[in-house]
C-alpha cells in the first residue's frame, strides 16, 4: 500500500508538523510505503505529482488549509483520500461560513474524514448534515522520536515549581490568559519559574511576551523546540499547562501526561476530552479558579502523585501508538476495498453553497 501523507506544516515545529510525523513513522513501522509533504512549506514539484498519481490513497491533515492550498495549485484529487481535522478547522474555520463552504468542496468526496474527539465529530455532523459524511474518530496518540541528545541546545533555569507552556504564539493559543496569576504565584513562590516554548506565528504577541520577559526574570522562552527535545522540557516542568481558546486534541497535553508532569489545562471540549478533573489533571475557566488548582497541586504532594499516576495510566490505555496507526490502516483499507458506483470521481469540485 502507498500512501501520500499531505500536511501543512513538517519543517516547523506545530501540532500537525507533530500529527504527520507520528502517523508517518507508526505507517513505516507498518511496511505501508508512505511520503510525506507539506504543502504549505514546500514547492509543489513534478516529484510529488507524480507520488500523487502513484500512490493508492492521499491522506490529508487540515481541511480549510488544504481547500486553499488545492485551488492555489490547481491540483485535482484523481485518487481516493481521507481528510484528518487539523483543529482550528473545525472549532474556528467551520464558523466561518465562506470557510466552511470551501471546506465542503473538498469534504464531500472523501472517502472519510477523521477527528480527534466526538464534540469535533457532532460540530461536523451538525454543520454538514445533509451530506452523508463518513466521520470516524481516531484519538491522537504519544510519540517521541528516538533521539540520543535530546537535551542538546535546551538552556532551562531549574524552578521550585517549574511550570510549562507548550504552545506556539498565536491568538488563539492565548498565551497571556494567567499572566497576571503567575505574577502573583511567583510572589509566593519565589523561585517559580515559568517558559513557554513553541513557534512565533504572531509578531505582536512576540514583541508583548519579550516585554514581559524584560520585566520579569523568571519568564521564558523557547523557539521552535522540536519533538526530539520536548521529552526534556516535560521532564523539567512540574506543571505543564494549556491556555487554549479552543483545542482540536491537545498532543502536548498526552506528552505531558505521559512523562508525569501534571496538567493544568483551560476548559474547553478538546482539552476536556482528555482530562478528568481532579482526577488525571485539572481544568480551569478563569484565573481565580485556576490559582486554586494550582494551589491544590503545589500543598498536596501526595494528590499531585495520584493525579501523575492516573494520567499515566490514561494515556496508556487510551491513546496508544499502535492503536492509532492500526485504525489509519484499517480506514485506508476500508476505503480502498469500497466499489465506486457509476460516474463517481474524487475529482475536486468546487461548490457554491453549503
Not at 17 to 22: D, E, G, I, L, N
Not at 125 to 133: H, I, R, T, V
Not at 260 to 273: F, H, M, Q
Amino acid at each position: 500500500m502507498k500512501i501520500l501523507l499531505l500536511t501543512p506544516y513538517l519543517h516547523s515545529n506545530r501540532g500537525n508538523s507533530t500529527t504527520a510525523k507520528r502517523i508517518a513513522s507508526g505507517l513505516k513501522q507498518k511496511g505501508v510505503d508512505v511520503t510525506v509533504f507539506a504543502y504549505e512549506e514546500d514547492e509543489w514539484n513534478e516529484e510529488i505529482k507524480g507520488q500523487a498519481d502513484h500512490c493508492d490513497l492521499i491522506h490529508i491533515i487540515h481541511f480549510y488549509r488544504f481547500s486553499k492550498g488545492a485551488k492555489k495549485i490547481n491540483f485535482q484529487l484523481e485518487k481516493p483520500f481521507i481528510m484528518t481535522n487539523g483543529g482550528t478547522d473545525v472549532n474556528l474555520d467551520l464558523y466561518n461560513l465562506g470557510n466552511r463552504a470551501e471546506m465542503l468542496d473538498i469534504l464531500q468526496n472523501a472517502g472519510a474524514i477523521t477527528v480527534f474527539t466526538n464534540d469535533a465529530k457532532e460540530k461536523l455532523c451538525k454543520a454538514y448534515s445533509k451530506m452523508g459524511l463518513r466521520i470516524e474518530v481516531i484519538k491522537q496518540s504519544v510519540w517521541f522520536p528516538i533521539s540520543e541528545e535530546e537535551s542538546t541546545g535546551l538552556n532551562v533555569v531549574p524552578g521550585d515549581p517549574a511550570i510549562l507552556l507548550p504552545s506556539g504564539l498565536r491568538e488563539v493559543k492565548d498565551v497571556f490568559f494567567l499572566i497576571e496569576e503567575m505574577i502573583l504565584l511567583q510572589k509566593k513562590y519565589p523561585n517559580l519559574q515559568f517558559l513557554i516554548a513553541g513557534m512565533v506565528l504572531d509578531e505582536e504577541i512576540y514583541d508583548t511576551l519579550k516585554k514581559y520577559i524584560e520585566k520579569y526574570s523568571w519568564i521564558h522562552f523557547l523557539e521552535n523546540v522540536p519533538i526530539e527535545k520536548m521529552v526534556s522540557l516535560y521532564k523539567w516542568a512540574d506543571i505543564v499547562l494549556n491556555t487554549s481558546i479552543s483545542e482540536g486534541q491537545s498532543s502536548a497535553i498526552l506528552e505531558a501526561m505521559a512523562t508525569g508532569c501534571v496538567v493544568l489545562a483551560r476548559n474547553n471540549p478538546g482539552n476536556a476530552s482528555i482530562i478528568e478533573d481532579g482526577v488525571n489533571g485539572y481544568l480551569f475557566n478563569d484565573g481565580k479558579e485556576f490559582l486554586e488548582k494550582v494551589e491544590m497541586v503545589l500543598s498536596g504532594h501526595e494528590k499531585a502523585q495520584m493525579i501523575t499516576h492516573n494520567a499515566k495510566s490514561f494515556v496508556q490505555t487510551n491513546h496508544l501508538f499502535e492503536d492509532e496507526i492500526m485504525a489509519f490502516i484499517k480506514l485506508y483499507q476500508d476505503c480502498l476495498q469500497k466499489p465506486k458506483t457509476s460516474g463517481e470521481t474524487n475529482e475536486f469540485k468546487p461548490s457554491k453553497s453549503v
